[in-house]
């Protein structure tokens, strides 16, 4: 089992509509949690953290975590072309060294 | 503006060179880490860094060195390069406070011949 895994892509949405990323963990103890957006041929961007159990807003992106559920989600609301990239569900390990797990991403395309 | 810097955009190097990747942060960051990301496998932690002259390993080491000897780079050595490593090579940098909050530079792709 892979120590972060995201559901497999890509997604397709159209513009407007609410996308839905998820992501799962292997390590029960994890405490911290982010998302990377990676544009085709760059480098990725950290774009959301949580680290508390429930909803984190911040514009269109709400993270979501469930630790009992071992389960990290990102929504996009109202989603634009410009939001299409792959999304990288990254955990932190326990270390103070900041070394993070990442999933192998989920690519999401929205059409106008 | 904050930037990592890699020294090189495109590489293409022969099997059994020794190959040298480099990565400049301005940031004064303590942590430092080079990860490479592959098609369908995603990236992946080769070493980090966060002190000048510490480095731990990461999850895919095997072939790979590095070295610190200035807070400001990281650099990644391939001893022998082979086929394998044909890869995009990121370097990026956190804080120390914040060492979750990974800056990244705009990668290496090398192409091992």
């Known amino acids: 089992q892979k120590e972060v895994e995201q559901n497999s892509g890509p997604l397709s949405v159209p513009e407007g509509a609410i996308a839905s990323l998820n992501c799962t963990y292997s390590d029960r103890g994890s405490q911290s949690f982010f998302w990377y957006r990676q544009y085709s041929g760059k480098s990725p961007e950290l774009i959301m953290s949580?680290?508390?159990?429930g909803d984190k807003e911040d514009g269109r992106f709400t993270a979501q975590l469930n630790k009992a559920s071992q389960y990290v989600s990102l929504l996009i609301r109202d989603s634009q072309p410009s939001d299409s990239a792959t999304y990288l569900c990254a955990v932190k390990d326990r270390t103070n060294a900041g070394k993070s797990t990442f999933g192998d991403g989920t690519t999401l395309t929205v059409k106008p | 503006d904050v930037k990592v810097t890699q020294s090189s955009r495109y590489l293409v190097k022969r099997t059994g060179e020794k190959v040298f990747l480099e990565c400049v942060q301005d940031m004064d960051h303590e942590n430092m880490f080079w990860y490479r990301q592959d098609p369908g496998l995603g990236l992946r932690l080769i070493y980090f860094?966060?002190?000048?002259?510490?480095?731990e390993k990461g999850d895919i080491p095997e072939g790979y060195s590095v070295s610190r000897e200035k807070k400001e780079r990281f650099s990644l050595i391939l001893e022998s390069a082979s086929t394998n490593q044909t890869s995009m090579y990121l370097c990026a940098s956190s804080p120390r406070d914040r060492p979750e909050k990974l800056f990244f530079g705009s990668g290496t792709q090398l192409s091992v011949l």
């Open positions: 860094s966060y002190d000048v002259k510490m480095k």
């Open positions: 949580i680290y508390s159990n």
